[in-house]
């Protein structure tokens, strides 16, 4: 009889142990104790945007422009990424090719006013019926941005001017930009 009782016991007391083993610590709440709302952990997979943007021209030239970037949203209305810009303005006598990788930062407001600092350093390469120049600069990309779409992406629209304005860089003031985003 006393081992029945304390197997009894004994099984009662394993089966307590492995229900509270399931449950999560955070979601244990005494009886009495004020509820608190639960926070959504942070979690970079799901914190993740993609877009860029992509140009090609015909003409004279062709132009070829693929900009991707991928970034991480820190809040709704704050996000910080990489990217590249690939540039080709090519004929059959003259090509210009570029490349350059980047880091920016790019803040949302009202779900639709973007302002986006960005930089990159850009590796330039010029080939012109056998001569050939190679450069490189910085750029300190810094401008407003309309985002047309979903409060998670939709079109952008940029216009970036460069704060360093190296004397090599043969590019524009200001610099357009039109892409797409995709989590942002």
Excluded: C
Excluded at 18 to 47: C, H, L, M, T
Excluded at 74 to 95: L, P, Q
Excluded at 98 to 120: H, I, M, W
């Amino acid at each position: 009889m006393k081992l029945k009782r304390f197997a009894f016991l004994g099984l009662l007391f394993l089966s307590s142990m492995a229900s509270f083993a399931q449950r999560a610590d955070d979601e244990y709440n005494p009886v009495g104790a004020p509820s608190e709302p639960k926070k959504k952990k942070w979690i970079p997979q799901e914190n993740l945007f993609y877009g860029g943007g992509l140009g090609l021209a015909f003409g004279n030239y062709i132009n070829l422009n693929l900009n991707p970037q991928v970034g991480v949203k820190f809040t709704d209305w704050w996000g910080a990424g990489v990217g590249v810009d690939y540039n080709y303005v090519g004929s059959s006598a003259v090509n210009v090719q570029a490349v350059g990788p980047s880091v920016f930062t790019r803040f949302k407001f009202f779900d639709a006013l973007l302002l986006q600092a960005e930089y990159n350093h850009t590796y330039m390469r010029y080939r012109d019926l056998g001569y050939e120049a190679r450069l490189n600069f910085p750029m300190l990309l810094v401008g407003p941005g309309y985002q047309s779409g979903t409060g998670n992406g939709g079109v952008f629209f940029m216009v970036l001017w460069d704060l360093i304005q190296d004397p090599r860089s043969p590019f524009f003031i200001p610099t357009f930009r039109a892409g797409f985003s995709i989590g942002f």
